[in-house]
């Protein structure tokens, strides 16, 4: 499986400032995916990234509170934007297998605090 | 819409009974299914999968699952748990036509001594 990193691991910020997370992956990849936990339940789908086109959004995310980058097939940027307490999550990105494209595969996640 | 469901949101055991976590799916089309596991503070790792194979899904660290279409379930076990088991589980689907997963409410596993 792919070795996935992200930046930064945690962070706590003032509202009304954005935050970018990076996410890493050690080969190239299709589909990357950005989901969002928050404190205490279960992973919801924030939008997937394919490289060379826009993010495609869940319902209830929007571009302009969740901007996303995939400049190649190795990187994706999530941004959240204009913050406030009610973003506190943990944000994690995943990747499509390559061996096995009907799995994702989980970065270790980055703990979002505003305060 | 593929739908997961997590009976219980919390299970304790001792070390060295079975463990059993529960997991039922909505879907009429049997859809790819998932066990994760996240340890304190981390990302989630992947325990095991179902992709219309093999129904007795064998995974890592001693976990398996069994997939039975009359029931829509896709329950977790372990015969006899340790205590580096516990964590929080978290069981997801994804149909065969899309790429999005779709997560239980997850399962806070604790093993007492």
């Known amino acids: 499986s792919a070795v996935i990193s992200q930046k930064p691991s945690r962070d706590i910020c003032q509202r009304g400032t954005s935050l970018t997370i990076q996410c890493q992956v050690d080969?190239?990849?299709?589909?990357m995916f950005w989901y969002r936990q928050q404190p205490g339940q279960s992973l919801t789908l924030i939008a997937t990234a394919n490289q060379g086109s826009e993010a495609t959004y869940e319902s209830g995310f929007v571009i302009d509170k969740f901007p996303i980058s995939r400049p190649n097939l190795t990187f994706s940027t999530l941004t959240v934007s204009n913050m406030s307490p009610e973003d506190s999550s943990i944000y994690l990105c995943s990747v499509e297998g390559q061996a096995n494209t009907d799995t994702q595969y989980f970065g270790p996640g980055t703990r979002l605090t505003v305060l | 819409a593929q739908s997961v469901t997590q009976l219980g949101s919390h299970v304790s055991v001792s070390e060295g009974a079975l463990v059993l976590l529960r997991c039922n799916y909505s879907s009429s089309v049997p859809p790819y299914l998932f066990w994760y596991v996240q340890y304190p503070n981390q990302g989630l790792q992947l325990l095991l999968k179902y992709t219309s194979a093999a129904t007795l899904v064998k995974g890592i660290n001693g976990f398996e699952a069994e997939f039975k279409k009359s029931e829509t379930s896709f329950h977790l076990t372990k015969p006899s748990a340790h205590m580096s088991d516990a964590a929080e589980y978290f069981c997801?689907?994804?149909?065969?036509?899309?790429?999005?997963?779709?997560f239980g409410t997850g399962t806070r596993l604790q093993v007492f001594p």
């Open positions: 080969s190239q990849v299709t589909m």
């Open positions: 997801a689907a994804t149909e065969l036509t899309a790429d999005k997963l779709i």
